[in-house]
């Protein structure tokens, strides 16, 4: 699979005329909670070559491919991913936390690592986490059993909102840091989940512990009472510093190309 991902990116900056800046995994095997059969979440960003930033309408954005059971590859275009950076968009944060690299030129995250506390958002990212968990809890909890992907899901939406709320902080991207929020009695069951997932398949259903859907349903309570209370972020804040790495990012992504 690695191979096949490196040959990907060889055959888009070919084809497409870019260079691929950054590429890592975005989802469970990033997370640290991956099944058997969990597909290869790969997320890229790219530029164009400088003359391509210099026309009067913009281009594409975005390279999206179809899905496979194996590989679920897309990909944003540099100055889309820093607007979203800006705008404090919760999966460029995960991004540039992966600990699963596939491609790294010109020290990408290294550039950008330092402005991520500042750039991050409270009250959006809590927004953001809140939502999915607010789906988790309202269209998956509800029934005898649930997939253990969405409880997952559910669960670590829970702990970064959590992390947001309790710390006033950006949230890390891997599971086992968010669960030192967890409560001691809910560990357990955890790692029993944890353990079933490492040998299930991702269509896995299991009857949700009751003490863990009760904890879930507090956490989005607690979420949107905080919500209301958390400052937001202005943006002058970091787009100085931001228009500055995406002007030194085009200039040096073609000069050593």
């Known amino acids: ?29 990033a997370w640290g909670f991956p099944s058997p059969d969990s597909d290869f979440d790969v997320r890229f960003i790219y530029c164009h070559p400088p003359a391509w930033y210099l026309t009067l309408d913009e281009g594409r954005d ?9 590989l679920d590859l897309a990909g944003w275009e540099l100055r889309k991913a820093l607007r979203l950076l800006r705008g404090s968009n919760a999966s460029v944060f995960e991004w540039l936390q992966s600990p699963v690299l596939y ?14 506390p500042t750039a991050f958002n409270l009250k959006a990212g809590l927004h953001h986490y809140l939502g999915q968990l607010r789906r988790g809890v309202e269209e998956n909890l509800p029934g005898s059993d649930v997939r253990l992907k969405r409880l997952f899901y559910a669960l670590r939406s829970a702990l970064a909102a959590r992390w947001i709320r309790e710390r006033h902080a950006l949230p890390p991207m891997e599971f086992a840091p968010l669960r030192q929020l967890l409560p001691a009695d809910l560990q357990v069951d955890v790692d029993a989940l944890m353990a079933h997932k490492a040998t299930a398949d991702e269509k896995t259903r299991v009857p949700p512990p009751a003490a863990l859907v009760e904890f ?41 190309f």
């Not at 975005?62 to 194996?70: A, G, M």
């Not at 919500?227 to 030194?248: C, K």
């Open 216 to 256: 879930l349903q507090a956490e989005l309570a607690a979420g949107q009472v905080a919500r209301e209370t958390l400052p937001v972020l202005r943006l002058g804040a970091v787009a100085s510093e931001l228009d500055a790495s995406f002007q030194a990012l085009i200039g040096e992504a073609f000069a050593t």
């Open 1 to 29: 699979m690695l191979a096949r991902i490196q040959t990907a990116f060889r055959q888009l900056e070919a084809t497409h005329g870019i260079r691929i800046l950054y590429a890592c995994e975005s989802g469970s095997r």
């Open 103 to 116: 491609h790294e030129a010109l020290d990408f995250r290294a550039r950008l690592e330092p402005l991520l």
């Open 62 to 70: 975005t390279l999206n491919f179809p899905v496979d059971d194996e």
